[in-house]
């Protein structure tokens, strides 16, 4: 992230980039979509189940008072935070509110992208003047998704990676044949503001 007009030819300094995981990403509404179809689907596709529903705004009010959703950078999270445990007492909740599967299915899918939103909010913007949020990933491909961060961050532009010219399913490919080549040329690979390591290293290790 940097923290100029993009296009400036300056970058942020490595010291001013941010990173850390904003929350569940698609992997509850993924889960959530394989628990009521029984595994036929993977996730919610051009989000056709979502958009049946309603968003069931006293759930996520419970889902928004998340502490990870609170907790500093540098963080991160994954499927032993937001996985079968999360989703089981997600089900559960559901079951007290009486919300149909499309109701749950939307409501994760404003969570998610109000997650993001938060995230900006609390710990990004106070210290950046941001212009355009980028997004890749499968969320990118999820239109409801993409409305919520585009309404709710306004007048920041949301576009996807794809503008950039690089695929929205490729950034982490890129990434790590990024890092290979950093290391490759014996530059360090991480930042320590980003993970909160001691210092700056070479990743990995070259194997003849």
């Known amino acids: 992230m940097q923290n100029r007009h993009v296009g400036h030819p300056d970058f942020a300094?490595?010291?001013?980039?941010?990173?850390?995981d904003t929350g569940p990403g698609n992997m509850v509404i993924d889960a959530l979509v394989a628990h009521f179809t029984h595994g036929r689907a993977r996730f919610d596709r051009d989000a056709r189940m979502a958009r049946k529903g309603r968003c069931v705004n006293s759930l996520l009010e419970e889902l928004l008072a998340d502490p990870y959703l609170r907790k500093a950078p540098?963080?991160?999270?994954?499927?032993?935070?937001?996985g079968r445990e999360f989703v089981e007492k997600l089900l559960s909740q559901a079951r007290k509110?009486?919300?149909r599967p499309e109701d749950l299915v939307r409501t994760a899918t404003v969570f998610t992208a109000l997650s993001v939103v938060d995230a900006l909010?609390?710990?990004?913007?106070?210290?950046?003047?941001i212009r355009q949020l980028i997004v890749s990933g499968g969320g990118a491909k999820?239109?409801?998704?993409?409305?919520?961060l585009a309404a709710a961050?306004?007048?920041?532009?949301?576009?996807?990676?794809?503008?950039?010219?690089?695929?929205?399913?490729?950034k982490?490919?890129?990434?790590?044949?990024?890092?290979?080549?950093?290391?490759w040329m014996g530059r360090t690979g991480n930042l320590p503001s980003a993970t909160g390591a001691k210092r700056a290293v070479v990743l990995g290790k070259i194997c003849f």
Do not use: W
């Not at 999820?142 to 919520?148: D, G, S, Y």
């Not at 982490?172 to 290391?183: G, H, I, N, R, W």
């Open 13 to 20: 300094d490595a010291a001013e980039v941010m990173a850390f």
């Open 74 to 82: 540098p963080k991160s999270t994954g499927r032993e935070y937001y």
């Open 97 to 99: 509110y009486r919300v």
């Open 121 to 129: 909010n609390r710990f990004v913007l106070p210290r950046l003047d």
């Open 142 to 148: 999820n239109p409801l998704i993409m409305a919520q």
């Open 153 to 170: 961050l306004a007048p920041i532009e949301v576009l996807l990676l794809s503008r950039l010219g690089i695929p929205e399913d490729a």
């Open 172 to 183: 982490e490919a890129y990434a790590f044949a990024l890092l290979a080549y950093e290391t």
